[in-house]
């Protein structure tokens, strides 16, 4: 089989999605042992995580392999992600070499970039993440990029799968939520991606100049449709939520006004209403939605203490879900019967 | 079995404390193989760390599990380890997903956390530790809180029944000591603790004002008592010393100024003969009592460069005793066969 | 067997060197298995490190052991390295105890340690990874010193071995290369070393003032007649190139104005050509002599990107093999059948 990465859940077949899903409960039943003896993954954190590589690391260890953690900037060499140029600034490793190099040392790589820049039409082509997949010689692992989170999004499609069965037909918001600062995409175009691949209704209800790209609107209703489910975009947030049978509050900040923080938090303001409430979890379905979050989340900022400590709540089932859904993936990208 | 957490060695029962301690020197003397295999083991590390990182991550590895090293703030998210608060602020993950999360990756969490405040009457509750037990699902260890470095203490008690056989009536001094910094009372109070466990005789020298708190005079002396031992404390430090089995030179900050630099220094002016010296080893019992530390030490600060090197010093064995004591600890918590 | 240390590849037996050659080759062939069980690596980074610790992590967990990563004044205390100091400064922990304590918890010692001060007759004398070995008391591994990075000298061998075949007479140029900052000289001297103990014609082509240091002359020209080849310094760049069947380019800086670095500045204004290019690459023996380096590498600075991307670049197989020679080197001083 031909080398495959992991940088989009839409880019990999529906089918071949759906069997990552079945080994991830699968293997939260406990029915998977081994598989990555002597396999290595090499992750690349230019940006923090808790989860993400306690997650991975977890999942490699237990099927018997071994994760590296590098940090570039912190305990390794600033990372030059830009090509054709002529390295006399600050970077002092370029990712091609990068790339190549771990790909001797590892099985597969794994990277995490955020955006940085100040020009979304740039930060839209998610170089770093595509550069690491180009020169890399092993396959790739996108542990969040500018514009995708799929092992995030892996995770959600488990979470709602378990939750709710039968997914078809049922609804799904991604709320857009309040916070201080103005927040990547990622998260939520994956989000959204994965209850299109379950053939949800997905809703998005956000205000007005929260917009998420306009590829990510394309390739949620594509998905959506071929799925049979659908996709609309609103700012009622109460209607939104009314009847829903998952919301999934998320901030990001206004991709017009990216990279311009000024701009954009006075265009924030006064919007701190959106966020999750227990009024608002009452008015989902049967009054028995549940609450998603990728964590980490501000409390009493994104969503209420009393939501995320009570009953209604998914979030750490969400979060544990992340184990599971990369053992799966690692074992499908490098396991020894592969 | 319920959950147990290893939070203060006086919080465990005695026998259970000296089944520990037989069990490390049991494996010290090389007869416990494997014993966590799959098992992981969380350490959330708020401050530094070399002994503690290096030992609990081998313990981990030589009998077959794993460790994470997480540095919130550094690697990872900054933490928020106060309740009810409304996260609008610097830190973006509160200890209580932390907690919840980590619990559903791994068979344990470890947490370090230094006091970072101003006001004693806060930290002294020893809250972020406190609260990480409350909210994670598998037992916590601590890894020195602001009150007490209880894997530090169970290497200390190790140490002295290895050196001395019979603890009992055998005295045990601890000495402040004169350092540039005002440093937290975490390993004091938890020697200390030890050598009351041992039933020694406790002797605390320290010039005036650099009591330990109230609370840590209280359970020393409670434990002393019911082991058979005592506790005393002096500002004769001369007279402490001479005739001692051991000495546990430490320097900590005067909780009275906790947070007033300026005022602690000044108490600590004048005070650079507090430490430890050839001439005042050579008083101890039969000149052959020993000088025990924690590490990291300021040579010539704490401890004269010819103690540390001669044969009167203890502090590598006790280094040494981290590894096998957590290695009972971890096996006791979390062990295959528990 | 005594206990061995590796800080320096002239330090060791020619023969000996040969031997961890030929079981590198060996364990590249797949040939080798296990060996590093329960055994475990203390690695102490001083300055930041991708393919090292990469390689080395990589290396202890294939056969079966484990690697810990300390990085003191990071994750762990900031490290004292002079001996007789009266520490109340900034440094925490003494190099001795480090060096004591982490013997007890490891198998063995990696160090890395850049030269940091003015002074390069304090430098030169090499004293952090000295101290380690010296107060350690399981083999101390050099990392990159201030003078030495032997395990990458070991993969420049290697990849010489495996590209020639036979190297007695072949030409090997160390290239000095231009580049934004004052470097090390560890590198150039380790290549230089390699190469010599190939046997090979070493040239050492650099500008006027960018001499190694006098002893790393003695040492290569000493290794390089006894192996039956030879060392020349030039500074005709083009004349060294003509012919030769490898180039290693590398920057370094004027150890005559160590420390000053706007007179070393000065000195490497206008050397901008001193750069590895597919011209001078076209006039190497045959036209078909191949380009090395250490990485990390600022591309179309040091070489030139079409250089680094062509059929004439080892630098990839030469990362490569750093993995193989540790693996080897580590077997060799700790594995289990030793």
Redesign the interface.
């Known amino acids: 089989m031909s080398r495959r990465d992991w940088l989009a859940m839409e880019e990999w077949l529906p089918d071949d999605v759906d069997s990552l899903l079945d080994l991830a409960a699968s293997i939260k039943r406990g029915e998977v042992d081994g598989g990555l003896e002597?396999r290595?993954l090499?992750m690349v954190?230019m940006d923090?995580?808790?989860?993400t590589?306690?997650?991975m690391?977890?999942a490699m260890?237990?099927h018997g392999g071994?994760a590296?953690?590098?940090?570039?900037g912190?305990?390794?060499?600033a990372m030059?992600t830009e090509l054709?140029?002529?390295?006399?600034?600050t970077t002092?490793?370029?990712i091609?070499?990068?790339a190549?190099?771990?790909s001797?040392?590892?099985d597969a790589l794994a990277v995490r970039s955020f955006p940085k820049g100040t020009d979304w039409a740039v930060e839209r082509e998610d170089r770093t993440i595509r550069h690491f997949a180009e020169f890399a010689t092993v396959p790739v692992i996108n542990l969040e990029s500018s514009r995708r989170h799929p092992c995030q999004g892996l995770a959600d499609a488990m979470t709602l799968r378990e939750r709710l069965g039968e997914t078809a037909g049922k609804r799904f918001v991604l709320q857009w939520a309040w916070h201080?600062k103005a927040l990547p995409t990622a998260v939520p175009a994956s989000a959204a991606i994965a209850a299109a691949h379950l053939g949800m209704e997905v809703v998005i209800a956000r205000p007005q100049g929260y917009d998420l790209d306009p590829d990510d609107y394309t390739a949620v209703e594509a998905l959506a449709t071929a799925r049979g489910g659908s996709m609309r975009v609103t700012d009622d947030l109460e209607g939104a939520i009314e009847g829903a049978h998952a919301v999934y509050p998320k901030s990001w900040g206004a991709l017009g006004h990216f990279g311009q923080p000024e701009a954009e938090r006075a265009l924030r303001e006064g919007k701190r209403d959106w966020r999750l409430t227990e009024e608002r979890m009452a008015t989902t379905a049967d009054g028995k939605g549940f609450a998603m979050h990728c964590?980490?989340?501000?409390?009493?900022?994104e969503i209420d203490?009393a939501v995320?400590?009570g009953p209604q709540s998914a979030?750490?089932d969400q979060?544990?879900n992340r184990?599971h859904v990369q053992r799966a993936l690692l074992l499908e990208l490098i396991g020894t019967s592969g």
Chains 1, 2, 3 share one sequence.
């Not at 923090?48 to 989860?51: D, N, T, V």
């Not at 590296?68 to 570039?72: D, G, I, K, R, V």
């Not at 054709?84 to 600034?89: A, E, I, L, S, T």
């Open positions: 002597k290595v090499a954190f923090p995580s808790l989860r590589r306690a997650s690391e977890t260890f237990l071994h590296l953690c590098l940090e570039p912190k305990g390794s060499w030059e054709d140029v002529v390295m006399d600034g002092v490793e370029h091609i070499e990068a190549r190099v771990l001797r040392y590892a201080p964590l980490p989340v501000r409390r009493n900022v203490g995320l400590d979030v750490i979060a544990e184990l």
